[in-house]
């Protein structure tokens, strides 16, 4: 029996376009809703401009992961002579967050696909490593599902390069994800996109929640609805209309111009005070020393966050029902942004009586 991992896999679909510029979704195993394919068909960008091909992106979708790898046919080969295809995207759904295991593997299956012509293959490769972990081909590559462990998919985003472009601005990023804010950010480029927003649940390491990334999300009524029904979230859009949409975020994160906006009804929870300069210099200066890898600069912010959490819990043993009230911090007499952020972190933690 294969190991649990296998089963993650959800489905493995086919999307084609010809030579006269129509996109259509061609074939899938074992299947994928209608809703679901409507937006796969949006994210695969072959219904636009092929100048903007974009080779590799990935999102989510009420909790299914996707994964499209797209290809632009090359002659002489089936698929052009045949089938008049130009372009083709495999697109590969799951219940987990690994990008570069599932790039590794729809590349495999891109090459069966260009060689055969038919989905036949891919069907047979996908089964392999459902049933075996492995899709092993002399002229394909292989995948292998054990080389692609999850704590790597989690520590491929760059903390260090989020510290670089914001500095002390990083403690507003933090503070969002610690109370489990809306995060919204805009960047023109999907790659650019992809790369900062897998990075950010990383600034809070203690949850490993990966399930919180939308990393590449459209203006349409089933996506946004998608999002209505999370508490918090990283959600990343190329449209710069997302900025006048404040019913969406807490926090905005204009990516090309480096700015970061916390909305009118956030502020109040996100006022900063001296905690928040302590941790905003923590994370500052490990991200500046040019000897801590990304690893270790997590580690350093998961410390100080530890920290946090443990005189929470402590304040909390020492309540009814070890839940905080207001009148337990105020008896503590904390400074004002101090006790505003605890008050905000116990109800995101559930340790707040309500």
């Not at 089964?127 to 995948?143: P, Y």
């Not at 510290?163 to 999907?190: C, D, N, W």
Request: glycine share 4%.
């Amino acid at each position: 029996m294969a190991a649990p991992e296998t089963q993650l896999m959800l489905s493995v679909g086919l999307i084609e376009k010809d030579v006269n510029a129509d996109t259509l979704w061609v074939w899938c195993y074992p299947s994928v809703s209608a809703e679901l394919r409507e937006v796969l068909l949006s994210k695969c960008c072959l219904r636009q401009d092929s100048r903007g091909l974009h080779t590799f992106v990935f999102g989510q979708f009420r909790r299914t992961w996707y994964y499209i790898s797209t290809v632009e046919v090359q002659e002489p080969t089936a698929l052009k002579k045949v089938q008049f295809v130009t372009h083709f995207s495999i697109v590969v759904t799951t219940k987990d967050f690994n990008p570069e295991k599932y790039a590794a593997f729809s590349r495999v299956l891109c090459r069966m696909y260009i060689k055969h012509g038919s989905p036949v293959k891919m069907m047979e490769g996908y089964i392999a490593v459902l049933t075996k972990g492995v899709c092993q081909s002399d002229e394909n590559g292989s995948f292998l599902i054990k080389d692609y462990d999850v704590r790597k998919a989690y520590l491929a985003g760059s903390v260090k390069d989020v510290v670089s472009q914001f500095g002390m601005e990083t403690i507003i990023l933090y503070t969002a994800l610690m109370l489990k804010k809306r995060i919204v950010v805009h960047h023109p480029q999907v790659e650019a996109l992809l790369e900062f927003t897998r990075a950010l649940p990383a600034l809070t390491w203690h949850r490993k929640d990966w399930s919180i990334l939308h990393p590449y999300v459209h203006l349409t009524d089933s996506e946004l609805e998608n999002l209505r029904t999370c508490t918090g979230y990283v959600a990343g859009f190329v449209d710069p209309e997302v900025s006048n949409r404040s019913d969406l975020f807490d926090v905005y994160v204009n990516l090309p111009d480096s700015e970061i906006t916390i909305s009118q009804s956030a502020k109040e929870a996100m006022s900063m005070g001296k905690l928040h300069k302590d941790i905003g210099l923590v994370i500052v200066q490990s991200a500046e020393n040019a000897d801590r890898t990304d690893g270790q600069i997590i580690k350093d912010i998961s410390i100080k966050t530890r920290e946090i959490l443990a005189n929470l819990a402590s304040l909390a043993e020492e309540c009814e029902n070890s839940k905080i009230t207001l009148e337990t911090l105020k008896q503590r007499h904390f400074p004002p942004a101090t006790e505003n952020f605890l008050f905000h972190l116990a109800a995101a933690e559930q340790l707040l009586k309500i």
